[in-house]
């Protein structure tokens, strides 16, 4: 009887404080992905690598936005998001306090703007996106006059370069005809 | 640009016999909420989950966790029952039990959707079988995101239910401002050798933590500083003390010394 009371005396009281005192949790703990707008491009990486659909994207083509949704509600908390952000724009943190009376509280949304293509002027790429990766260029040593002819390029929408692309062929094949055919 | 699913578990056809609380009750049930001054019974439904989120209600219920100082019990019928804690999508099978057992217990009750299935269907809420969350059949009062959530969010949600905390996590919304520009992650380390650096770490460590420990690298690699590179790198592999980063730490310092 003495034996177990030291022994209970030793061991102490094993029940975590928390709520009443913060709950530290473990190294590497996967809680709430916390998101910084700021730093996020517009990419659209997360959304597809996001298994649980957690984030979505939709875009507005003529108020020329594209919204970024992260909805916690479904969030199964995989990280997967965060391997894929070049930017390191969303991150899990150490939150696991997320619990919410109204559902409309679990949802984080951005709003980006589209910038035109130069050719047809419909919006159609995250203008942050297209700046980062001129700004990826430049870093890796393009000089400027470079980077500006790659802007015409990355501000033309696919279907203009298909266009382009077509009429380019069509052109040299005009001209070759008569090499061809003597 | 294709129109991705936004609907975030709004069901484009309405479960069939989804119930919907009068106003008498609503109001019975704030006072509950608000002044309960006793015990909290708690009847779990398990709509269809994997049971991850079970495992970890009987782990919120364990010494060391003990819900039960707040006197919050498990109950085994729903005529019993205060709460009634839904966990798992709502699936096709397990709607009309799950309404069988709202309707059992008493008024005024509160209902509290567990997990990523229960607020929303979570990773199954496409499935052909899969109303969504519990929310499409039965209103719902409180809801606990997680997969599963850890059994120190379940207190937190309890404690939130109580009215010993109060609700962190608020909607947010961000529209980008002017001239928003986003520099890259360590911009002094040629794009290259950075993704040779993190591909190498991911293999090695897998997807997270490769990552991260790829980041530390770079961290070091990057820093400015009167000290060495190898020396710096020693001296936080010393710190670390774990055989396991210095491997990895060996075979990114391989790649750089290679260029
Ligand atoms: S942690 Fe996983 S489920 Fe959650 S938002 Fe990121 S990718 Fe999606
Ligand atoms: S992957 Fe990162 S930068 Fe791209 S959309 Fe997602 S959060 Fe934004
Ligand atoms: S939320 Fe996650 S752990 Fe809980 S039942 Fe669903 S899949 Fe399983």
Redesign the interface.
Known sequence: MLKLLTGLFKTGDATVKYPFAPYPVSPGFRGKPEFAPKRCIACAACTIACPANALTMSTDHHAGKRTWKLNYGRCIFCARCEEVCPTGAIVLSGDFELAVFNKADLMVTAEFTLTNCQSCERPFAPAKEVNYVIELLTRAGMPESETERQRVMLETCPECKRRAEVSRVTQASRHRRPEITP | ?I????S??TNLVPAPGAISESEQIAKLKQTLLKDIRRSAYVFRVDCGGCNGCEIEIFAAIS????AE?FGIKLVSSPRHADVLLYTGAMTRAMRQPAIRAYNAAPDPKIVISYG?CG?????F??LYCVWG?T?PVIP????????P??P??T???F??ALG??D???????????ED??????H?QI??NLRVELEREA?RMAG???G?IIADRFMHLLGAEEPTPFAERVQHYLDREDDPRLAEIFGKLTDIVLKR
């Open positions: 640009m129109q991705l699913d936004t975030h578990g010494p060391l966790f003990d100082r990523a607020c929303t269907g979570g990773i809420h496409d969350g929310d719902v009062d409180l809801y606990i995101p997680g997969c959530p850890t120190a969010a207190i937190y949600a404690a939130l010993l905390l609700q962190k996590l608020k909607a947010r919304h961000h529209v980008e401002g928003e520009n986003v520099v890259p992650i911009p040629p794009l991911r997807y997270r933590h990552r």
